[in-house]
């Protein structure tokens, strides 16, 4: 353990620690009880998705995303996102044919790239940016890469600085590899996925049923993934916020030819994108972590993080585990709480072009091959074995670990280290492995067979949890008023749309 990591774990008070903040942001398709994609319209039993602050849809009218608030303690967090659930799968279940929220990061079966609805925020100005925005991303990236779905952790300690987030950011970075290992759950997908496309996946056993990769841990991460040529060329600099902030403002205002040729709108007038720049909006960066800041109405993310700073981080390479019936668990939420601790707390050097190379290289290594025995890794240009390198990070861990279970009298942190070493010891108990097992064991080697499944299993364990007229009431009233704060959005439009996106995409709005 560095000097400056002891240091910073002897300032760490309890009140401190107390003050840690996480709340979660999980993906999912909807999908039929075949397995194929629901293609009916987002459930008005759900309210809107423009409004309702914890059930809106991501990528597409299929795709929901159920968002928790900002919690004090794992299991506050892992509550509300099981209640939310509950309440979904109340509404798929006796108001849309009892669709399944589909439990695998990789989607169910898929019919033809453009017959996969985008999502609908209705007619106003903002309501339909978002629709246009993703008939962007549809032609920039394919529409199936965006059913993809997972877990987006945002995290927060008070009394943090911008320029030590940053100093996380790239630790996280650098380190990103021990989450792919320990928490990927994607080694394998459906054939439908692929369709049409060039890929290096092999058969899983004999059948046309399920494409993998041997020691894949998260395809979902890797080449096949949120992955983009044109992102490829951006050199994003993490070293703090001007740097940062004048990078992403580049990739806002630089026209990209191949977005020129698609153009704003059709010769029928119909928009096809918000803009014509490498990203249409702040959204599009991929990334495996973000930082973040929360927005006034209207106002641009970029603006909004240089005019106030970092406020939290965004994590998003984690994958759905379809073994856990809201697709995390709490060992796994301690895990990343420590781990982004350590990330913060620990010496962080700044970036380089060579190193940002070493650890995309290192990212799809892990994605695809990462529990291939004796996988050697790039650090500062040397090899090193990724399990020596992993122990080393989670070691590393223990007493922050420790000091966590102190601040709450318990010894939960520690147990769920112990648990996430004991996975570099023995690749076969890590998720990845657990899902081949299962296809391969049980489901006959048909992805759709085990994912539709393990959906099914997930809503009887929600379902049968308790329920009480109060909780209904309250995420009924929720759903209704947000279907009256849609309706009071679109009366008080006082634009044209073409006016409200030129003055939304201005350089001025950026700050």
């Known amino acids: 353990m560095t000097n400056q990591l002891q240091q910073h774990l002897a300032s760490l008070s309890r009140e401190r620690l107390a003050g840690m903040r996480r709340g979660i942001e999980k993906e999912g398709l909807r999908a039929l009880p075949t397995g194929a994609l629901a293609l009916t319209p987002h459930p008005r039993g759900l309210g809107s998705a423009l409004t309702n602050p914890h059930i ?23 509550d509300e996102l ?3 659930h509950q309440f979904v799968h109340r509404v798929l279940t006796t108001q849309c044919d009892k669709e399944l929220f589909w439990s695998s990061s990789m989607p169910s079966l898929l019919p033809t790239d453009e017959t996969i609805p ?17 008939m962007g991303l549809g032609h920039r990236y394919g529409r199936r890469m965006q ?11 008070p009394g943090v600085t911008s320029e030590e987030y940053f100093g996380l950011i790239r630790n996280f970075r650098r380190h990103a590899f021990v989450l792919l290992y320990l928490f990927g759950a994607s080694p394998a997908l459906c054939p439908s996925f692929v369709a049409g496309r060039e890929h290096a996946l092999q058969p899983l ?32 600099s993490y070293n703090g916020l001007e740097g940062y902030a004048n990078s992403l403002h580049e990739a806002l205002t630089r026209p990209y030819p191949a977005y020129e040729q698609i153009g704003i709108r059709n010769p029928g007038g119909e928009y096809n994108q918000l803009g014509t720049s490498l990203l249409q909006i702040e959204n599009e960066f991929y990334g495996t972590i973000r930082p973040k800041r929360t927005t006034k109405s209207g106002e641009r993310p970029l603006h909004a993080l ?10 998003r390479l984690m994958d759905l585990d379809p073994f856990e019936s809201v697709g995390i668990d709490a060992d796994t939420m301690r895990v990343l709480d420590v781990f982004l601790l350590h990330c913060l707390y620990s010496e962080s050097p700044p970036d380089t072009p060579e190193e940002i190379a070493e650890l995309k290289n290192n990212q799809h290594l892990t994605a695809e091959r990462g529990r291939e025995p004796g996988l050697q890794l790039k650090r500062g240009g040397k090899e090193i074995a990724l399990a020596d390198w992993g122990l080393q990070v989670l070691r590393e861990c223990e007493p922050i670990a420790a000091a966590l279970d102190a601040a709450e ?24 492995a657990h899902v081949l097992r299962e296809l391969s064991d049980k489901y006959g080697n048909d992805f759709i067979a085990y994912a539709r499944e393990r959906s099914q299993l997930a809503r009887e364990e929600l379902m049968a949890r308790p329920w009480s007229d109060e909780q209904q009431q309250r995420y009924v009233a929720m759903a209704e008023k947000s279907v009256a704060a849609q309706t009071a959005i679109e009366e008080a439009d ?8 030129e003055r939304y995409m201005s350089v001025e709005q950026l700050g």
């Open 409 to 432: 009298g318990s010894q939960a942190h520690i147990d769920a280290l112990r648990k996430a070493e004991q996975r570099f010891h023995a690749p076969d108990s890590t998720p990845s």
């Open 82 to 84: 099981g209640e939310i």
């Open 56 to 78: 809106t849809t991501d990528f597409s009218e299929s795709q929901l995303e159920l968002i928790t608030g900002v919690q004090p303690s794992v299991q506050q967090c892992l």
């Open 306 to 315: 240089r005019e106030r700073g970092v406020e939290y981080v965004e994590v």
């Open 205 to 236: 056993g004999n059948g046309k049923r399920a494409l993998y990769l041997p020691h894949a841990t998260s395809l979902r991460m890797g080449r096949l993934g949120y992955q983009s040529d044109a992102q490829a060329t951006l050199a994003v």
């Open 147 to 157: 059913t993809i779905s997972g877990i987006h952790y945002n995290w927060s300690l």
């Open 118 to 134: 985008l999502g609908r925020y209705g007619l106003s100005n903002s309501g339909r940016s978002k629709s246009v925005y993703r």
């Open 494 to 501: 006082d634009m044209p749309f073409e006016a409200w996106r």
